[in-house]
């Protein structure tokens, strides 16, 4: 059974977020947790998805049952096949991040000598 846009983009969010959040923590023993109640708050509030809250529910169910996220103790984590899905999609869309920054760093217009404009 593939996976869907919505199910990466959320197996994506779900990964970014333990990958900056234990960034917090790299020196000590620790790893951090999130609960589904506390991540689909944190989805919705940081306006990354329009989903209601039983449609997110819904998503990471199925991902459970795929086995890309596991449900222990009332806390969500990536499995190990999660986590290389999350590697893959990274892989996948850095370079868009990569151009983003470039463009950001430095004036777009400065990358060459003549820029042609039109009248619009």
Known sequence: MKT????????????KWFEEANKKIKDRPLAVSISKVTFISLVKKADIAKKQDRALYKNLEILEKKKFVSYKNKELE??????????????????????????????????????????R
């Open 78 to 119: 990536l499995t190990e096949k999660g986590a290389r899905l999350f590697k893959e999609i990274e892989k996948y869309i850095q370079p868009y991040f990569k151009l983003i920054k470039k463009l950001e760093e430095k004036d777009p217009m400065s990358y060459t000598k003549k820029i042609q404009t039109v009248l």
């Open 4 to 15: 869907t846009k919505v199910q990466k983009y959320i197996l994506y969010a779900l990964g």
